[in-house]
């Protein structure tokens, strides 16, 4: 499999403000994520982490402020070009992963592809070659038997198999045991890192967010840069 | 831990309430709480009407035999001794019989019969408040005498029961010639004015119990477990953190008791309606008397927290966590329907096949029981079918890349309890509808009869008829009939090769009716109706002769008729005869025979109260069932949905997975319906299986099937852009 990365690739969010009421999560925050790179976002509870990839993901509206996914603006759409935009260039992993248990893990893998019209059979060997990428039994068994680990990389492979140029992963690793996380996160930074896919992922864990390029704290509305080595 | 804290773990109520607290709170949070919540409440309050319909059959029925106690008369050994004089007769108003109670007081300190404020002055009559109205219908108010008032509840069996207690203008002259009964009071179980109504207090008891508590239990059933993957997830991590069965119980009940007491609550409308006033129940008309719940309050409030305890502790039962599993994951097909309950549906179906050849008596045992074991497994054995439907679907899914055949196909295979739910609806009530017809077809073909019978002779032929007419009642009545009517005699031969019955008449009255004028008895073959159904018991055998003077009457198998030129004098003939001789039977020929069928049919109404609740509850049931699926597939497709783009798939989904398994439920239903239904109308000899309301019922419920799944469609890809990711 080829991959070729957008024109002008990666995210880019710029000023982008929300509010709930008075009060404002997101006070201009600009951030790039560039192909093949990765970004971690931090912060307590509350602060903001999860609006801001609602936002990416087109999900809320931000009060001002753009956003560019793989070179295409995802802002200001109509919510039939947004979807559209959505599926071909963002992935998203939840934190519980979404996948639905009865089917098997290529199934579940697959399902992108098939509901957006792509071959089947193309489908279905992409989301084999993705399963054995990320080592996860890819047989009869429903998805929802496999180990928690396990389920979390099926739901991985499933956001990378229509090729996005960014990744989001809302607390990817937080449902899991140290175990499980550790590999996930492997996994997950590493195949990112392969495909050219920008990464962004909002998260608790200290371990997951080393393992990107940069991390930023969300803290009082706004994105500040950590220095490595400053975590408690 | 230090030493403050010690006392207040050892207060183990704490533990208790907190427990409590944690089971409201959780019944707050969980996926599908709203639904969840009406589905308690209304099961519970099904429940809570059953047990109030149980409480009220029980106290109607005591009450009913309390009052008919202190009503019946106590015979007199002596005529000496005797206070009162007391008889019954038989009358009707259209089709609906009732009785006449003649009383003549022989002292003057005498009580009255109960009901009564006084005893009626000669020629009066009192009527209870159903009889007057039907009377007054019939312009017929005064038939038995002078109206002198209602009958109060007291000395009724139920406020709708239709009696009359009348007094002649004269006192019997002969009392034990004319079937007078010497009283010496009133208050022993009597038979008088009986209802045709066949069933005990624990038969009917019983009904209630198959006709409503059943389907209220499958309500309540599928109502706790609405949304119980998250409830059984938390039973399981709590059993994992050392909580026992009492723990996990309490949280339980904690979620499940405010809708359960609000539903047990909401049964208190009708029982305060109940206690309030007398209420007539639909379809039957009956009447139940508010006295009765009155005096059985404590049996009404026991069984109301009964109902409570029950729905509580099947919402307990209903969540105990599986020890039999070998795997601590959540299984994605826990719920498989087991093997033995396809064995017991075949079991039944043989039950039902073979029990032609048991001996009589046995016979309709092993038909019923093979009837309940059928029905009650025939879901499970649908839903089998079903699982193995959902993997060939699945299948073809699969190699076609058609993502909502997949999708559909591996739910189906995985959850056929739902299908089981689901289902149950619809091959019971397509079972109901189709045995109700057939029950109906029953006990209404006489009816159906005796209504054609009622039309072809109308009200112009009346047959006159008592064991004391004397040539001088005769004389009398011809006298007091009103214009335009002729008097009749008639003479009944039924024994011998030749059975015939003789008619005399003087030779105007016979050329009304449209007859030769013989002096001797001649044989005629006639075509008026009324004449052919006088004949019909005696082969059609009628003879005719013409008497100058008196009517011969009074001897055995002796009486009169009354041919009117025109229809609409039956009240007045019928008034004119009942004051020439109390008791005195007046009816149209076969009339005895119509009222005895429509009787019978009216027994028919019962089952619709009870038959038609209970399919009101297994609708209920399938909706909240269909609802619960509704949520599911939202919260399953909607992360898809929103990051895809697709709602088509929601359609799609909903087609594969609930609308084609009810499909096939309706159809498997349909077929084994009608295979039932003509078994028994073929096993019994009786009743008539009726095509088009199975085919009503079955296209009724395919387009409940479609319906559902357009509706479980359209509230997913309504709720899906709502949908908004989870994460701690």
Same mark, same amino acid.
């Given at each position: 499999?080829?991959?070729?990365?957008?024109?002008?690739?990666?995210?880019?969010?710029?000023?982008?403000?929300?509010?709930?009421?008075?009060?404002?999560?997101?006070?201009?925050?600009?951030?790039?994520?560039?192909?093949?790179?990765?970004?971690?976002?931090?912060?307590?509870?509350?602060?903001?982490?999860?609006?801001?990839?609602?936002?990416?993901?087109?999900?809320?509206?931000? *009060?001002?402020?753009?956003?560019? $996914?793989?070179?295409?603006?995802?802002?200001?759409?109509?919510?039939?070009?947004?979807?559209? *935009?959505?599926?071909?260039?963002?992935?998203?992993?939840?934190?519980?992963?979404?996948?639905?248990?009865?089917?098997?893990?290529?199934?579940?893998?697959?399902?992108?592809?098939?509901?957006?019209?792509?071959?089947?059979?193309?489908?279905?060997?992409? $989301?084999?070659?993705?399963?054995?990428?990320?080592?996860?039994?890819?047989?009869?068994?429903?998805?929802?038997?496999?180990?928690?680990?396990?389920?979390?990389?099926?739901?991985?492979?499933? $956001?990378?198999?229509?090729?996005?140029?960014?990744?989001?992963?809302?607390?990817?690793?937080?449902?899991?045991?140290?175990?499980?996380?550790?590999?996930?996160?492997?996994?997950?930074?590493?195949?990112?890192?392969?495909?050219?896919?920008?990464?962004?992922?909002?998260?608790?864990?200290?371990?997951?967010?080393?393992?990107?390029?940069?991390?930023?704290?969300?803290?009082?509305?706004?994105?500040?840069?950590?220095?490595?080595?400053?975590?408690? | 831990?230090?030493?403050?804290?010690?006392?207040?773990?050892?207060?183990?109520?704490?533990?208790?309430?907190?427990?409590?607290?944690?089971?409201?709170?959780?019944?707050?949070?969980?996926?599908?709480?709203?639904?969840?919540?009406?589905?308690?409440?209304?099961?519970?309050?099904?429940?809570?009407?059953?047990?109030?319909?149980?409480?009220?059959?029980?106290?109607?029925? +005591?009450?009913?035999?309390?009052?008919?106690?202190?009503?019946?008369?106590?015979?007199?050994?002596?005529?000496?001794?005797?206070?009162?004089?007391?008889?019954?007769?038989?009358?009707?108003?259209?089709?609906?019989?009732?009785?006449?109670?003649?009383?003549?007081?022989?002292?003057?300190?005498?009580?009255?019969?109960?009901?009564?404020?006084?005893?009626?002055?000669?020629?009066?009559?009192?009527?209870?408040?159903?009889?007057?109205?039907?009377?007054?219908?019939?312009?017929?108010?005064?038939?038995?005498?002078?109206?002198?008032? %209602?009958?109060?509840?007291?000395?009724? !069996?139920?406020?709708?029961?239709?009696?009359?207690?009348? !007094?002649?203008?004269?006192?019997?002259?002969?009392?034990?010639?004319?079937?007078?009964?010497?009283?010496?009071?009133? @208050?022993?179980?009597?038979?008088?004015?009986?209802?045709?109504?066949?069933?005990?207090?624990?038969?009917?008891?019983?009904?209630?119990?198959?006709?409503?508590?059943?389907?209220?239990?499958?309500?309540?059933?599928?109502? %706790?477990?609405?949304?119980?993957?998250?409830?059984?997830?938390?039973?399981?991590?709590?059993?994992? #953190?050392?909580?026992?069965?009492?723990?996990?119980?309490?949280?339980?009940?904690?979620?499940?008791?405010?809708?359960?007491?609000?539903?047990?609550?909401?049964?208190?409308?009708?029982?305060?309606?109940?206690?309030?006033?007398?209420?007539?129940?639909?379809?039957?008309?009956?009447?139940?008397?508010?006295? +009765?719940?009155?005096?059985?309050?404590?049996?009404?409030?026991?069984?109301?927290?009964?109902?409570?305890?029950?729905?509580?502790?099947?919402?307990?039962?209903?969540?105990?966590?599986?020890?039999?599993?070998?795997?601590?994951?959540?299984?994605?097909?826990?719920?498989?329907?087991?093997?033995?309950?396809?064995?017991?549906?075949?079991?039944?179906?043989?039950?039902?096949?073979?029990?032609?050849?048991?001996?009589?008596?046995? +016979?309709?045992?092993?038909?019923?029981?093979?009837?309940?074991?059928?029905?009650?497994?025939?879901?499970?054995?649908?839903?089998?079918?079903?699982?193995?439907?959902?993997?060939?679907?699945?299948?073809?899914?699969?190699?076609?890349?058609?993502?909502?055949?997949?999708?559909?196909?591996?739910?189906?295979?995985?959850?056929?309890?739902?299908?089981?739910?689901?289902?149950?609806?619809?091959?019971?009530?397509?079972?109901?509808?189709?045995?109700?017809?057939?029950?109906?077809?029953?006990?209404?073909?006489?009816?159906?009869?005796?209504?054609?019978?009622?039309?072809?002779?109308?009200?112009?032929?009346?047959?006159?008829?008592?064991?004391?007419?004397?040539?001088?009642?005769?004389?009398?009545?011809?006298?007091?009939?009103?214009?335009?009517?002729?008097?009749?005699?008639?003479?009944?031969?039924?024994?011998?090769?030749?059975?015939?019955?003789?008619?005399?008449?003087?030779?105007?009255?016979?050329?009304?009716?449209?007859?030769?004028?013989?002096?001797?008895?001649?044989?005629?073959?006639?075509? +008026?109706?009324?004449?052919?159904?006088?004949?019909?018991?005696?082969?059609?055998?009628?003879?005719?002769?013409?008497?100058? @003077?008196?009517?011969?009457?009074?001897?055995?198998?002796?009486?009169?008729?009354?041919?009117?030129?025109?229809?609409?004098?039956?009240?007045?003939?019928?008034?004119?005869?009942?004051?020439?001789?109390?008791?005195?039977?007046?009816? %149209?020929?076969?009339?005895?025979?119509?009222?005895?069928?429509?009787?019978?049919?009216?027994?028919?109404?019962?089952?619709?109260?009870?038959?038609?609740?209970? #399919? @009101?509850?297994?609708?209920?049931?399938?909706?909240?069932?269909?609802?619960?699926?509704?949520?599911?597939?939202?919260?399953?497709?909607?992360?898809?949905?929103?990051?895809?783009?697709?709602?088509?798939?929601?359609?799609?989904?909903?087609?594969?997975?609930?609308?084609?398994?009810?499909?096939?439920?309706?159809?498997?239903?349909?077929?084994?319906?009608?295979?039932?239904?003509?078994?028994?109308?073929?096993?019994?000899?009786? @009743?008539?299986?009726?095509?088009?309301?199975?085919?009503?019922?079955?296209?009724?419920?395919?387009?409940?099937?479609?319906?559902?799944?357009?509706?479980?469609?359209?509230?997913?890809?309504?709720?899906?852009?709502?949908? !908004?990711?989870?994460?701690?």
């Amino acid at each position: 499999m080829t991959h070729t990365p957008p024109l002008g690739g990666g995210l880019q969010i710029k000023g982008l403000t929300y509010q709930v009421g008075d009060r404002v999560l997101l006070n201009n925050v600009d951030l790039t994520v560039d192909p093949g790179k990765s970004v971690a976002v931090t912060g307590p509870s509350g602060s903001g982490k999860s609006t801001l990839l609602m936002c990416v993901l087109g999900l809320i509206k931000p *009060a001002s402020g753009t956003i560019t $996914a793989g070179g295409h603006r995802l802002t200001g759409l109509l919510p039939g070009s947004l979807t559209k *935009a959505r599926r071909k260039h963002l992935g998203m992993v939840f934190q519980f992963g979404e996948l639905l248990p009865e089917l098997t893990p290529v199934e579940n893998v697959a399902l992108p592809m098939l509901l957006d019209g792509a071959d089947h059979h193309r489908a279905y060997e992409s $989301a084999t070659r993705l399963l054995e990428e990320l080592e996860v039994p890819h047989g009869s068994t429903p998805t929802g038997m496999l180990s928690g680990g396990e389920r979390q990389r099926t739901a991985v492979a499933r $956001a990378l198999i229509a090729q996005p140029s960014v990744l989001l992963a809302d607390e990817p690793t937080g449902a899991l045991d140290p175990k499980a996380r550790e590999n996930v996160a492997d996994q997950l930074f590493r195949i990112c890192r392969e495909r050219d896919c920008a990464l962004l992922v909002v998260t608790h864990d200290p371990a997951v967010a080393d393992r990107a390029d940069d991390e930023f704290q969300l803290q009082e509305s706004a994105l500040i840069p950590v220095q490595r080595g400053t975590h408690a | 831990m230090t030493d403050q804290h010690s006392p207040r773990l050892r207060r183990p109520g704490r533990l208790w309430v907190q427990l409590l607290r944690i089971g409201r709170a959780a019944g707050r949070t969980t996926p599908g709480t709203r639904l969840r919540l009406w589905a308690l409440m209304t099961a519970s309050a099904a429940i809570a009407l059953t047990a109030l319909a149980m409480v009220t059959t029980s106290a109607t029925f +005591d009450g009913r035999t309390q009052r008919d106690t202190v009503r019946g008369p106590l015979l007199a050994g002596d005529a000496h001794e005797a206070t009162a004089l007391w008889k019954e007769a038989i009358d009707s108003f259209g089709a609906s019989p009732h009785s006449i109670i003649y009383v003549e007081p022989l002292a003057t300190d005498t009580p009255p019969p109960p009901g009564l404020s006084r005893w009626p002055r000669p020629g009066e009559v009192f009527l209870s408040p159903e009889l007057a109205e039907a009377a007054k219908d019939n312009n017929s108010l005064e038939r038995y005498g002078r109206y002198a008032g %209602t009958i109060d509840k007291q000395g009724l !069996r139920s406020p709708s029961e239709r009696i009359a207690y009348a !007094r002649p203008a004269h006192p019997p002259a002969n009392p034990t010639a004319a079937s007078w009964q010497y009283i010496t009071g009133f @208050g022993q179980l009597f038979p008088m004015n009986q209802d045709i109504y066949p069933h005990t207090k624990a038969e009917t008891v019983g009904v209630i119990a198959v006709l409503m508590a059943v389907p209220g239990l499958a309500l309540l059933v599928v109502a %706790t477990r609405v949304g119980s993957a998250t409830r059984d997830r938390r039973s399981h991590l709590v059993n994992a #953190l050392g909580a026992s069965w009492a723990h996990r119980a309490v949280m339980n009940v904690g979620e499940a008791f405010t809708p359960a007491a609000v539903g047990t609550l909401l049964a208190l409308i009708p029982a305060a309606v109940l206690l309030a006033t007398d209420v007539r129940l639909p379809f039957t008309g009956y009447i139940v008397n508010a006295d +009765d719940l009155r005096h059985a309050w404590p049996q009404l409030i026991a069984a109301l927290v009964a109902s409570l305890v029950l729905t509580l502790l099947l919402v307990v039962v209903l969540h105990r966590v599986q020890r039999t599993k070998t795997a601590t994951r959540p299984s994605t097909s826990s719920s498989h329907v087991p093997k033995w309950r396809l064995v017991l549906c075949g079991i039944g179906v043989l039950a039902i096949a073979c029990s032609q050849y048991a001996p009589k008596g046995p +016979d309709v045992v092993v038909f019923l029981a093979g009837t309940v074991l059928m029905w009650a497994t025939l879901p499970s054995a649908v839903a089998m079918l079903s699982v193995a439907n959902g993997k060939r679907i699945a299948a073809s899914g699969y190699r076609k890349g058609n993502p909502g055949r997949l999708i559909a196909g591996r739910w189906t295979a995985a959850h056929p309890g739902v299908l089981v739910r689901l289902s149950v609806v619809f091959i019971i009530g397509i079972g109901l509808i189709s045995h109700l017809q057939v029950w109906n077809s029953r006990l209404g073909d006489s009816a159906a009869a005796a209504k054609q019978l009622t039309q072809r002779v109308g009200d112009t032929l009346l047959t006159v008829s008592s064991s004391n007419l004397t040539p001088r009642a005769t004389e009398h009545l011809a006298r007091t009939l009103p214009d335009r009517t002729h008097l009749l005699a008639t003479t009944a031969h039924p024994e011998g090769d030749h059975p015939h019955i003789d008619l005399a008449g003087a030779c105007h009255d016979l050329k009304a009716l449209r007859l030769p004028c013989p002096t001797t008895a001649k044989p005629i073959t006639t075509q +008026d109706p009324r004449l052919k159904e006088l004949a019909a018991p005696y082969q059609g055998n009628l003879t005719v002769q013409a008497v100058d @003077g008196a009517l011969p009457t009074g001897r055995a198998r002796q009486s009169l008729i009354v041919a009117a030129d025109e229809p609409g004098h039956r009240a007045e003939i019928e008034k004119a005869a009942y004051a020439v001789l109390p008791g005195i039977n007046v009816e %149209t020929p076969g009339e005895s025979w119509v009222i005895g069928a429509q009787e019978k049919n009216r027994l028919n109404y019962w089952l619709y109260l009870f038959g038609g609740t209970g #399919l @009101g509850l297994l609708l209920v049931t399938g909706l909240i069932s269909a609802a619960a699926e509704f949520v599911r597939i939202r919260r399953g497709l909607a992360p898809l949905s929103v990051l895809t783009g697709n709602t088509r798939i929601f359609r799609t989904i909903a087609t594969w997975y609930l609308t084609v398994p009810l499909l096939i439920a309706t159809c498997i239903a349909t077929f084994i319906t009608n295979w039932h239904s003509l078994f028994f109308v073929i096993s019994l000899r009786e @009743g008539k299986f009726s095509w088009p309301v199975l085919a009503t019922a079955a296209t009724g419920f395919s387009l409940a099937a479609v319906t559902i799944g357009l509706l479980a469609a359209h509230s997913a890809r309504r709720a899906a852009p709502s949908w !908004r990711p989870e994460a701690d």
